[in-house]
């Protein structure tokens, strides 16, 4: 589908999604269409495939970012918090921020993104495309947005709890500290490397990659539903 995708801008790259239906809601249509991805791909910005941005990381491609945020969407609205794991570019976690604040309408609540990855050099990244836009650099200077150098394997509990939590890469499993850091309720969109249906249980990663939708219901019960396969690079260790 990337092809038909591809634009010659950054509102057509996101127009040409939702004509092909890669993108059916509009407040995401809007959120993406507020985030230039020419400032957070450094080449074929505007074609719907993952591109590199160094040290080994790769932005994740436009229709995946539509897709996980669509998954998302009750728990992005203005006021709410998020913890956007392995960053990278930034740009997902911009997006985030547009959501969570209503950008542009003004005097919406104004919710927090918190952006975590493990290459000091990407956050650093992280912060450097962000600052490319005054818009993107009045959500850092308020600290609705900040990027933050941890294993993203154990979330990021300072600011627990979430409404959302995004996995931008394939976990081993579904780490505890994750569900414990989603607000009752939440909802997390999270790629586990699984051979069976079980995401609860540590596997190789011989068996592919599903996205899965872990809800944390209002009396703390927890539901997971394995949605689609997938193929993201894995958490790791960071690199030495
Ligand atoms: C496919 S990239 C996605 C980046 C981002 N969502 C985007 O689209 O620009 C996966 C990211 O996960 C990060 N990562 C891998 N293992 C990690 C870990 N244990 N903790 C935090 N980040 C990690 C990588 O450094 C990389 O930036």
Redesign the pocket.
């Known amino acids: 589908m990337a092809w038909y995708c591809t634009g010659s801008s950054n509102t057509e790259l996101v127009e040409n999604l939702f004509r092909t239906n890669l993108i059916k809601d509009e407040r995401v249509k809007r959120a993406m269409i507020g985030v230039d991805r020419g400032h957070?791909a450094p080449s074929r910005p505007y074609s719907d495939s993952?591109q590199p941005?160094g040290?080994?990381?790769?932005?994740?491609a436009p229709h995946?970012?539509g897709h996980a945020c669509e998954y998302l969407i009750n728990f992005l609205k203005p006021g709410c918090r998020v913890l956007?794991?392995?960053?990278?570019?930034?740009?997902?976690?911009h997006v985030f921020a547009n959501l969570v604040t209503d950008h542009p309408s003004p005097g919406s609540a104004t919710g927090q993104v918190i952006g975590?990855?493990?290459?000091p050099q990407?956050v650093e990244l992280?912060n450097h495309n962000m600052r490319k836009s005054d818009q993107g650099r009045e959500l850092l200077e308020s600290g609705t947005v900040r990027f933050i150098t941890?294993?993203?394997?154990r979330g990021w509990k300072e600011d627990a709890p979430y409404d959302a939590i995004?996995v931008?890469?394939a976990a081993e499993t579904l780490h505890p500290a994750l569900i414990d850091q989603l607000r009752a309720p939440g909802r997390m969109f999270i790629p586990v490397a699984a051979e069976d249906q079980n995401p609860g249980r540590r596997t190789s990663s011989h068996g592919g990659q599903y996205i899965w939708i872990v809800d944390k219901m209002e009396d703390g019960s927890i539901q997971k539903e394995r949605i689609f396969p997938v193929s993201?690079?894995?958490?790791?260790?960071?690199p030495k």
């Open positions: 957070y993952p941005i040290h080994g990381a790769t932005i994740s995946m970012h956007d794991i392995g960053s990278g570019s930034g740009y997902l976690t975590v990855d493990h290459i990407l992280a941890a294993d993203g394997r995004h931008g890469a993201y690079v894995p958490l790791t260790d960071s």
